[in-house]
């Protein structure tokens, strides 16, 4: 089942709030962990995590809706407003924690120059409107995963 981004969105601040750092995560932060929740779930599930497209924008990987909700906070940490939903798999739960994990404890730009080397973004024209497709980062992605 997909979510919606936004509902992603949520689910990323509140986890980022609740962790020891109780760190507020920047707009630029937060589409780059849509990014990597997005890859891994699609390479480890073969379904998306949420329907909305990601975009390869100047900065790296992009969800426009997502993008268009925080702008405002410009590069200031993002407060989480809404109780985050609860995946509907233990797996799927299982897969979030552990890329949050990972990934969660790099920068913005940590992770925009992550982004920045990996096949779906170099792969794709620079732009508003460029959508890094899901077999991309399916692709790419299922290179990535330890099974264990």
């Not at 020891?20 to 599930?45: P, R, T, V």
Request: glycine share 6%; no cysteine; net charge negative.
């Amino acid at each position: 089942m997909a979510y919606k981004a936004l509902d992603i969105a949520n689910k990323i601040l509140a986890k980022a709030s609740s962790s020891d750092s109780e760190e507020l995560i920047s707009n630029m932060k937060l589409q780059k962990l849509l990014y990597y929740q997005q890859g891994f779930h699609l390479a480890y599930f073969g379904t998306s995590l949420f329907d909305e497209d990601i975009e390869a924008w100047m900065y790296g990987p992009v969800v426009p809706n997502v993008y268009e909700q925080f702008k405002d906070n410009d590069n200031k940490g993002i407060e989480y407003l809404e109780e985050p939903i609860t995946l509907s798999g233990y797996k799927e739960a299982l897969l979030f924690d552990e890329v949050y994990r990972v990934y969660g404890k790099y920068s913005a730009i940590g992770l925009m120059e992550m982004a920045h080397q990996e096949t779906p973004w170099k792969s794709t024209n620079i732009g508003k409107g460029n959508i890094i497709t899901k077999d991309k980062l399916t692709a790419f992605f299922k290179k990535r995963i330890k099974h264990g």
